[in-house]
């Protein structure tokens, strides 16, 4: 009885700690996108990346980024919708930090965009992996 108990406790656990990281990638994911884009600044994504990202695409480089999709498309409108989640082990082992990617929709002006992240928690943290946004218009 008492080992039932261990495992329902320790499941109960893993079940709390992954809804608290869900909803706290997520609204790191749609306020940093938000942030972002209405200052049209990147600094404050520059501030949360992952050193592998940095290794990959220098401050400047995201911050080119971030200027450019405004610059391009025009102000930022709206956030229609973010889909996604984080992948957060139930158990207290694991063999890798938790992880998480989104995607939300953008509008700009009249035009839509989708920014696409990865994310990793680690000390504490969650810190971006991947960011990119897509769109026709950036393609052309």
């Known amino acids: 009885m008492a080992s039932l108990v261990i495992i ?3 499941l109960a ?3 709390f700690r992954k809804m608290t990281m ?3 990638s997520r609204q790191l994911a749609i306020s940093t996108t938000e942030e972002i884009f209405s200052s049209a600044s990147g600094n404050l994504l520059v501030q949360r990346v992952h050193p592998t990202l940095l290794a990959q695409r220098p401050p400047e480089s995201l911050n080119g980024l971030v200027d450019s999709v405004p610059r391009i498309m025009g102000p930022l409108e709206s956030i229609s919708s973010i889909s996604g989640a984080s992948d957060v082990s139930l158990m207290p082992v694991s063999f890798g930090p938790p992880t998480a990617s989104y995607e939300i929709q953008l509008t700009f002006g009249e035009i839509r965009a989708t920014a696409l992240m990865e994310l990793v928690y680690e000390q504490g943290n969650w ?3 991947a960011y990119r946004v897509d769109s026709p218009l950036l393609l052309n």
Request: net charge negative; aromatic share 24%.
């Open 13 to 15: 656990w893993g079940i």
């Open 22 to 24: 869900d909803e706290a």
């Open 127 to 129: 810190w971006f992996t």
């Open 8 to 10: 329902v406790a320790i």
